[in-house]
């Protein structure tokens, strides 16, 4: 079996502390450095998607991490 990484990410609210529900890529990571890098990239994506009205008047961020995941 092989370790992989699964990214999951959410957008939250640092004014409020509220999350978005996660968005899970469907890619596999075959290493933490893939994973953690394409975390850096997809929070980009996800951050302009909510258009910077949104996102100024909420503090929006996004946070992200890798879970462990096993291929047979």
């Known amino acids: ?4 990484y699964l990214l999951i990410l959410q957008v939250c609210s640092f ?3 509220e ?6 890529i469907e890619q596999k990571y075959n ?11 997809n929070s ?3 951050l302009q998607a909510e258009g ?11 946070k ?3 879970l462990e995941v096993f291929e047979i």
């Not at 999350?19 to 899970?24: F, G, N, T």
């Open 1 to 4: 079996s092989m370790t992989k």
């Open 15 to 17: 004014l409020t502390g």
């Open 19 to 24: 999350c978005k529900s996660p968005v899970e």
């Open 31 to 41: 290493s933490w450095y893939e994973c953690a890098a394409a975390g850096s990239l």
């Open 44 to 46: 980009l994506t996800l």
């Open 52 to 62: 910077a009205e949104a996102i100024n008047e909420y503090k929006l961020s996004v």
């Open 64 to 66: 992200y991490g890798c």
